[in-house]
Structures are given as structure tokens and as C-alpha cells.
């Protein structure tokens, strides 16, 4: 009999503390048709031992579907390059992965091009399903899927924003260690995109400062030094000493102005989190609005009632006393009849 | 036992919720959807376990009860979590008849038997639906765990395990035997997600000696079928094999009946006395108007919430078990803390305003936009905690009214010298007679607690008194009927059990000028001051545990289901103490017991004990059985 194979064979896993008794079903189920072959009732087995049935999926679940394989995609992609995306770090560069800048700034655009159709793709669906007039429950079971996407895009998202913070921060930190390096003491990074206005300011500036202080020193030296037309060494100290100084004020501006761009981005973050909150509150706001009204004019309606029901109270009282008055009249007369 | 039993319980939970494949610790991984469809015993099974935001994280989309009305949900795996029972099959094999989702997981809480598995055979090749069904399993979790020490057995049906149901009077045989089969059922699945093989010991002549019997044989019985058996060693570390096997001491109602009438003072233990508290949900009716005396008005609209009480709690699990007057202080602590922080990130915004005129203040900016990072990434956690703060003062606040009004301090004060034997400075009888003091059921508890612990049976004219001055009260009557019989039974089975000693000691004057500052004025309620005391089970236990010789254990049966012959004696093989322990009371039990058993493991380090019982029950519902079983 093949139910002792197969009581062996349903032994408990040992990793789990339940029972699989999958194949005990499967035998029961092997027992069951050939005990109805005995029988002799009508089974139609070759239906689904041959090519299982294939139920016609629904649009939904393709397409919700369709996102999750993009949005893995998007996160294969960003682990991939992650290791030559982060590694900036090293000054002593001769790393053959290594990235240049544009290729980053490529890979950037590129993601953030994807999570904006994925997210778009996200909000179709859920408007879709608003329209579709489906059951209660599938309804709830189409939104809470597509919930599920959607922590699924923002864990991807947090991946990418992690990943440039950290490149953001290496940029400063790299910008930080090469002061001394004044070639290009303008020169901006295209690393961050939100490029705060004073730092153009400052750029602006600088350079003219730059130019009127060399001029000033140029013109002050060639008003003392006219005469001669080779520079003494104390000249070219003085020279070396205004230049060092020159590079000094620079790089301080330089610093000053990356810790205000890195501000800047907190700052930023800050306000997104804050405008989400605001949002979050307004739909509260909304209801606590429409509440208020409905209130007030329960309340004014309150008052209409009120000021019938005197009314009605009031002239209530006027009919009884005339109704009184006229039958004292009216005994008053029939006595004066009577008598 | 290094993970408790709930975190055992809640990953087998979750392997069964991610198709029986061990969860994935990626927190980026792709989301698959699937449906729950449990039975009123799997609701009750994970709803202490896991919150609804839980499932959801874990990909389950819909949760929904089997009997009710479900659509068609196409392209889903549906996971089925319920007991084998005739209706539930039937349902199944109504679902794969229906065609409602694509494939299906069928997990049963307990083991199905071969003729049930065959029925959903039957239905499945009918519906041709037999590639559909993809997994079947035996989930082996037919138990409910509420803390990470104590479990239940069930609380669906429970009238038909209940304390009245084995104690009745005109029980059948047949009965007995279906009764002791689901006990031993729940537990068998106990010690199969634990992981162990117990010890048993268990007192001779009553209901806890047939369950370990049975208990014992069918352990037995799964440890012979080499083959099958579900306590293979791959699946446990070696030390927690061979030298650490817990102990489990099965343990009778009958032993002990004062406690369960006992009024108690701890927190936890005073919310399932007082309010409607069943698998750590709390129901309470908010807004009830205090005033009577406008008696035109409409009444106001009580409105019922339903608190939580978690895990996660941590003032909670603080203050479980503590006496209730620290209780009070400690919300009010927390309340001051909350308030501290709040006004910390209030400054911060001013702090802000100010900043945007100076210019040159770089360095100051940096500062605080590090601090509100700081508070906006805390402010989630500000919000929990306010919320928990919120939760406690209401739930602690209608303790209060109760204890105020019941004056439930007053009884337990006399309870505690009650059953400590120690003197008593008001007789019993101004305490019945008072009217302001209690409802009659608080009367009837306590006049039943002196009942059970008397020494000596009062006698018959001094039962009249009290009868009449009961009666006076409106008492129910018949409860102290069936405790003459236990009486006269234990009586003559052994002596009647010792409470050991305990003391209370009224603060009086000095807690009142403390508690002044309190939010919770606690005037004219006396702040009493519990000194540790064991009650019997605690006694037992402690015995059992460090293989004390004692006149109360020293009859108990033992049995290991280990050992190849099955031997009879009561000479217990093993001579060292014992590190674990497993307590299950037969009949019921309540927090008064667990609490008790959790301050012995405390003051013992080292040691582990878990608290079970077939049905928990607070003193009302128990008062009910003993009427019922009263009047017969």
C-alpha cells in the first residue's frame, strides 16, 4: 500500500516545529480517485494532472506586478553602482571603477526620472481602482497592495537619498581637505542640485575682491617700488605673504559657503517632512470644518424650535383664558336669564 | 528556555505568514500579497501576538473570519489558519468549490485527522482544484499566550473546560474524557512549540492527576514513533536537552478557591477584577456623566473604547504587577517627563524665530538645526508615549472610581488578615453590614474567603447571623453551598491549606499628606503596603522546584515520559533542582496566581516560571460557577 511510504515520508521537518503533511494530502487525494474509480463515479482526471488551468489574471495584478519588477529593477541598479558611486573618499585616486562626476550626475537624473514614473504609475492605479466599482473587499485588497508598492518605492528612494547624502558629504569633506588647492577657488561641484542663490552671490563677490585687492596691492606697489622694475625679495615676501593671505580668505568663504549648502539641505528636508505633516492635518482641518457647520446650523435650527414652541406656548395660554372669559361670560348671562 | 514562549509562538506565527519559509531580514524586499482567513479560535490565537500594523507589514493585504461572507478574490494565495472541526472543513471545501482565490495554504491549529484530510481531498478533486491547494501543515499551536510567562488554553469555548464543567455533579464519563482530551491537546502543542519534554508532577485524587496521565501517554506515544516524532534533536541545542528538562506541575483548582475570590491591590490583577479585560484588550465606557441630579437631561452618550495593552507598553510592563498607589505616582512621573520634553521642543521654535535676523550666528544655526532634527525625528515617539500616558490615566482613573465606590481597599485589607490568621479589629459582620461598603458580591467574597479559611467551621448559629445579615444585603446564597461541600471534601482528603504568613500595614495620615501632589487625590483610600507572602501554588511550586520534602508534595506522582518503562513510583529519579518550571492549574486561574508566581522567580535569579491555566477568570465570573454549580 502506498500509505506507509508515505506516512514515512510526511516525518516533521526538523528545522520546523510544524508538520508538513502536504504529501499525506496528496496520498489522500490518490486514495480518493481511485476509490471513486471503484465506485464508478464520473471524475475528469486528466484535466488537471496535464496542464494546470490557468485563470485568466486580472489587469490589476499584472500591472501591480509590472511596478514591483521595475522597482526591483531601479534597486538592482542602484546596488550595483553603489560601491563606485560611494567611492570618493580616497585623494590617492587611481581606482580604475571609480566614476567620474558626470556619470554620476547621469545616474541621478536617471533614477530620479524612475521613481517619478513609478510613482506616477502608482497614482494611476489607485485612481483606477476608486473609479472601478468592484466589492468592498477586493477594493480593500487592490488599496492595501498598492500601499505595499508604494513602502516598497519609498524604501528604494531612502536607498538612493542615503547614497547621495553620503557622496554629498564626501564632496565636503573632500572640498574641506584641499584647501590649499586655490586654482579654483570658484569652481562649484555639480554634485547638489538645489544650489543656494548666496553661494553665487559670494562667488560674484570674491572674485572681485580678488581683483581689487591684487589691484590694490599692484597699485600700491607700483607707486612705492616705481622705480624699479625687478621686485626686491622683500617685495616678493610681501607678494608671497598677500598672496597666502588672499588664499586663506578664500578658502574660509569657500567653507562658509558649503556649511551654509549643507544647512540648506537639512533645512530643506525639514520643510518636506513639515509640509507633509500640514498636509496630513488639512484633511483633519476639513472635517473638523464641516463638523462646525453643520453644528451651527443644527444649533440655529435648534433656536427656529425654540422660539415656536413659545410661541405656540404663548398663544396657547391667550385662547385658554378667552376660552375661560367666555364661559364665565356665558354663566354670567345665563344666571341673568334665569332670574 | 532562552526565548520566551510568546516570541516562539509569534515566529512560528510568522514562518506560517510567509508561506512556511523562514521571513527574510531584508528590509527592502519585494512585497508579495496574500490573504488571512482565520477561525474565532486563530483570531484569538493571533491577536495578542501580532498588531493589524504588523500584518499588513508583513504583506496581508485582507484578514477575514471564515464563517463570514467573502468575494472572489482572484490571483491571491489565501492562508488558512484554523482547527480541523467538522464546520470549518465544510467551509473549505465550500471555498475550493467557489474558486475564491488562486491558491491556498491550509494550516490547522492542531493535528487533522486522515478522514477530515480526505474530505478536502474529495472536494478538491471535485472543484479541480487539486493543484491549487499547495501547502498543508499541522501549525501545533492550539494554546494562547498573553505575556511572555503565561498562557491560556482557549477562550472561545471555554465553558465547556471551565472549572463548573469538570466540578459538575452530573457529569458524564464521556464528558470527563472529551474534556481532559482538549486539555491535553493544548498542551501537548505547548510542549511541542517549547521544544522540550517535560517532567511532570501532579497531586494524587483529582482532575490535574487524569490530564497528566493522559499527558504523559501521549508523549510517550510521539517519543516511541521514532520516525515521526516531533521533538527530534536538530531542532533544539543540546543544553537545553539533556540537563535543563522544565518541570511541569500540574496543579487543581480545588486546592486553593480562596484566591480567585481574593480582592487584590496590583495593577494588572485589579484590571481584570474590576474592568472588562480578555486577551489584554481593555473595554471601558468614557464619558459616563458623575452627576445623577439633572434629571430632565438626556444621560450623556457613553462612548466604549477598547485600549491595548502590548508588549511594546513599556510602562506597562513596568508596573504589571506593582501595588496600584505607585502605579498612580508613576503616571504622574511620566506625565512630568512627557511635559519636560514637550516644552523643550517648544523653546526650539523660539529659538528658531529669533534666528532669522542675526546674520553671523552660523554657528548657533548649525546647533539647532541639529536639535530639531533631533525633536522632529522624537516627535513620533513624543506622540506614543503621550498616547500611552493618555491611556493609563483613563484606565487607572476608572480603577479608581471602582475602588472608591466598592471601597475594595477596606476588603482587602480584612482578606489579607483573613487569610494570614493574623487579628482582625472589626468583626465580620459590621463589614457585611455595612451598606456602604461594596456590592453584595464583594460581600459574598469575602464572607467565603472566612468560610474557606476558618479553621474550624463556624458554628450553626453564628451561620445564621451571617446568613440573614447576607441576606440583608442581597446576596447570592447558593455559591456557599457548594463550598460547605469542598469544604467537607478537603477536609477529609487533607488539611486545610495555609496561606502562610502576610502582613499589611496602613499608612494611614502620612500617605495621604504625601499623595496631596498627586493628580490622583487617593483621600480616604488607605495606601497599603504589601509584604511578599505566598499563596499555595507559589508553595508548591517552590517545593517541587528545589526537591524540598514537605508533608503537602511529598505524595505528588511523578512522571517522565522519557523513561522506557513506565514506572509508578513517586520517587522522583533526578536529585538537583530544578531551573525551569511550568505551572498549570486545572479548573481556571487568574493574574492574583501569576503575579504571585512572577515575584517568586524574581527573588530567586536564575529561575523561570511560566503560569498556565485552562480558562482565566476574575472573581465575578468565577462567583457565577459556584452558583451554578450551588443550586444543583
Given at each position: 500500500m502506498t500509505c506507509r511510504f508515505v506516512y514515512s515520508a510526511a516525518a516533521a521537518a526538523p528545522s520546523d516545529m510544524a508538520v508538513d503533511i502536504t504529501l499525506l494530502f496528496k496520498a489522500s487525494v490518490k486514495t480518493v480517485k481511485t476509490r471513486n474509480k471503484a465506485i464508478g463515479v464520473n471524475v475528469d482526471s486528466a484535466k488537471d494532472e496535464i496542464f494546470k488551468k490557468s485563470r485568466p489574471k486580472s489587469g490589476f495584478s499584472l500591472r501591480a506586478k509590472e511596478v514591483i519588477t521595475n522597482i526591483t529593477k531601479l534597486k538592482d541598479f542602484l546596488l550595483q553602482h553603489r560601491k563606485d558611486y560611494v567611492s570618493a573618499g580616497s585623494l590617492i585616486s587611481t581606482d580604475l571603477s571609480r566614476m567620474t562626476d558626470s556619470e554620476r550626475d547621469q545616474i541621478d537624473q536617471d533614477a530620479q526620472t524612475f521613481m517619478r514614473t513609478c510613482s506616477e504609475a502608482i497614482k494611476q492605479l489607485r485612481s483606477e481602482v476608486e473609479k472601478q466599482a468592484t466589492s468592498a473587499q477586493i477594493k480593500e485588497h487592490r488599496v492595501a497592495v498598492l500601499d505595499l508598492i508604494d513602502m516598497y518605492l519609498k524604501g528604494v528612494c531612502k536607498l538612493y537619498s542615503e547614497q547621495r547624502a553620503i557622496r554629498v558629504k564626501r564632496m565636503v569633506d573632500k572640498k574641506r581637505l584641499s584647501r590649499l588647492a586655490p586654482e579654483h577657488p570658484g569652481k562649484v561641484e555639480k554634485t547638489v542640485v538645489e544650489e543656494p542663490a548666496e553661494e553665487k552671490v559670494v562667488k560674484e563677490e570674491s572674485p572681485e575682491k580678488n581683483t581689487s585687492e591684487v589691484q590694490d596691492s599692484s597699485s600700491n606697489l607700483w607707486e612705492e617700488g616705481r622705480v624699479e622694475d625687478e621686485l626686491s625679495p622683500e617685495e616678493i615676501q610681501m607678494f608671497e605673504q598677500e598672496n597666502l593671505k588672499l588664499v586663506s580668505e578664500m578658502s574660509n568663504l569657500v567653507d562658509e559657503v558649503r556649511q551654509i549648502e549643507g544647512k540648506v539641505v537639512e533645512i530643506s528636508r525639514l520643510q518636506e517632512i513639515f509640509a507633509e505633516k500640514v498636509l496630513q492635518q488639512e484633511s483633519d482641518i476639513d472635517n473638523i470644518h464641516q463638523l462646525v457647520v453643520g453644528a451651527t446650523e443644527n444649533v440655529k435650527e435648534g433656536n427656529e424650535d425654540i422660539r415656536e414652541a413659545i410661541k405656540n406656548n404663548a398663544g396657547f395660554r391667550v385662547w385658554i383664558l378667552f376660552f375661560l372669559v367666555m364661559c364665565s361670560f356665558s354663566l354670567l348671562f345665563l344666571d341673568w336669564y334665569d332670574g | 528556555m532562552a526565548t520566551s514562549v510568546r516570541e516562539k509562538q509569534t515566529v512560528a506565527l510568522k514562518r506560517m505568514l510567509n508561506f512556511n519559509t523562514p521571513p527574510l531580514k531584508n528590509a527592502a524586499a519585494e512585497p508579495v500579497w496574500k490573504v488571512l482567513i482565520y477561525d474565532r479560535f486563530g483570531q484569538d490565537i493571533i491577536s495578542p501576538l501580532l498588531s493589524v500594523k504588523e500584518l499588513r507589514d508583513m504583506g496581508i493585504t485582507l484578514h477575514l473570519l471564515l464563517h463570514s461572507d467573502r468575494d472572489p478574490i482572484p490571483d491571491v494565495p489565501a492562508i488558512y489558519f484554523l482547527m480541523p472541526t467538522e464546520e470549518n472543513i465544510d467551509r473549505i471545501c465550500q471555498d475550493l468549490r467557489s474558486q475564491l482565490y488562486e491558491s491556498y495554504f491550509l494550516n490547522f491549529i492542531s493535528a487533522i485527522s486522515r478522514s477530515k484530510l480526505e474530505d478536502i481531498a474529495s472536494a478538491a478533486l471535485a472543484a479541480n482544484a487539486v493543484c491549487q491547494v499547495t501547502k498543508v501543515f499541522d501549525q501545533y499551536l492550539n494554546f494562547i499566550t498573553l505575556e511572555d510567562d503565561m498562557f491560556i488554553l482557549c477562550h472561545q469555548n471555554k465553558e465547556l473546560i471551565s472549572y463548573h464543567a469538570i466540578n459538575r455533579a452530573d457529569i458524564q464519563d464521556t464528558d470527563m474524557e472529551a474534556i481532559m482530551d482538549t486539555i491535553v491537546d493544548s498542551l501537548f502543542c505547548f510542549f511541542v512549540t517549547l521544544g522540550a519534554v517535560p517532567i511532570i508532577r501532579c497531586p494524587r485524587g483529582n482532575a490535574a492527576e487524569m490530564v497528566a496521565v493522559k499527558l504523559d501517554k501521549k508523549l510517550r506515544e510521539n517519543l516511541r514513533d521514532a520516525r515521526n516524532s516531533l521533538f527530534t534533536g536538530d531542532s533544539m541545542t543540546a543544553g537545553q536537552f539533556s540537563f535543563q528538562r522544565p518541570l511541569l506541575v500540574?496543579?487543581?483548582?480545588?486546592?486553593?478557591?480562596?484566591?480567585?475570590?481574593?480582592?487584590?491591590?496590583?495593577?494588572?490583577?485589579?484590571?481584570?477584577?474590576?474592568?472588562?479585560?480578555?486577551?489584554?484588550?481593555?473595554?471601558?465606557?468614557?464619558?459616563?456623566?458623575?452627576?445623577?441630579?439633572?434629571?430632565?437631561?438626556?444621560?450623556?452618550?457613553?462612548?466604549?473604547?477598547?485600549?491595548?495593552?502590548?508588549?511594546?507598553?513599556?510602562?506597562?510592563?513596568?508596573?504589571?504587577?506593582?501595588?496600584?498607589?505607585?502605579?498612580?505616582?508613576?503616571?504622574?512621573?511620566?506625565?512630568?517627563?512627557?511635559?519636560?520634553?514637550?516644552?523643550?521642543v517648544k523653546r526650539l521654535k523660539s529659538i528658531m524665530g529669533l534666528d532669522g535676523e542675526d546674520e553671523g550666528a552660523i554657528s548657533m544655526l548649525s546647533d539647532n538645526t541639529a536639535k530639531l532634527t533631533s525633536a522632529v525625528s522624537s516627535l513620533p515617539e513624543l506622540l506614543e508615549k503621550k498616547r500611552l500616558i493618555d491611556l493609563h490615566t483613563n484606565v487607572a482613573t476608572a480603577v479608581l472610581d471602582h475602588i472608591k465606590s466598592r471601597k475594595l481597599d477596606v476588603y482587602f485589607e480584612y482578606e489579607e488578615k483573613l487569610m494570614s490568621k493574623s487579628t482582625i479589629d472589626k468583626s465580620l459582620l459590621d463589614v457585611i453590614g455595612d451598606p456602604d461598603a461594596g456590592t453584595p458580591e464583594d460581600k459574598m467574597r469575602l464572607f467565603l474567603i472566612y468560610y474557606i479559611t476558618a479553621q474550624q467551621v463556624p458554628s450553626e448559629t453564628d451561620l445564621e447571623q451571617y446568613r440573614k445579615a447576607l441576606l440583608n444585603a442581597d446576596c447570592d446564597l447558593s455559591p456557599l453551598n457548594y463550598i460547605k461541600q469542598w469544604k467537607a471534601f478537603t477536609k477529609m482528603a487533607s488539611g486545610p491549606a495555609n496561606y502562610g504568613n502576610s502582613g499589611v500595614k496602613p499608612m494611614g495620615l502620612f500617605s495621604r499628606v504625601m499623595n496631596t501632589g498627586s493628580q490622583f487625590v487617593m483621600e480616604g483610600v488607605k495606601n497599603l503596603v504589601l509584604k511578599q507572602h505566598n499563596l499555595p501554588v507559589t508553595r508548591i511550586v517552590d517545593n517541587l522546584m528545589e526537591m524540598k520534602s514537605h508533608p503537602e508534595t511529598d505524595d505528588y506522582r511523578y512522571f517522565d515520559p522519557k523513561m522506557l518503562r513506565g514506572s509508578e513510583s513517586s520517587i522522583p529519579r533526578n536529585k538537583n533542582p530544578f531551573q525551569e518550571a511550568i505551572v498549570f492549574v486545572v479548573g481556571g486561574g487568574n493574574y492574583i496566581e501569576y503575579q504571585n508566581l512572577v515575584d517568586y522567580a524574581k527573588s530567586k535569579p536564575g529561575r523561570k516560571v511560566v503560569y498556565g491555566c485552562s480558562e482565566l477568570f476574575n472573581a465575578a465570573q468565577f462567583m457565577k460557577q459556584l452558583s451554578q454549580l450551588g443550586q444543583k
Open positions: - | 500540574l496543579a487543581d483548582r480545588n486546592m486553593d478557591m480562596a484566591t480567585p475570590l481574593h480582592h487584590t491591590w496590583t495593577y494588572q490583577a485589579l484590571i481584570h477584577d474590576v474592568l472588562d479585560f480578555h486577551l489584554n484588550r481593555v473595554m471601558m465606557e468614557e464619558g459616563a456623566g458623575t452627576d445623577p441630579s439633572q434629571a430632565g437631561a438626556r444621560p450623556k452618550k457613553k462612548t466604549k473604547k477598547t485600549y491595548d495593552l502590548t508588549a511594546a507598553d513599556t510602562f506597562w510592563q513596568k508596573h504589571k504587577g506593582s501595588p496600584f498607589p505607585e502605579v498612580a505616582e508613576s503616571v504622574q512621573e511620566e506625565l512630568d517627563a512627557y511635559r519636560a520634553q514637550e516644552d523643550e
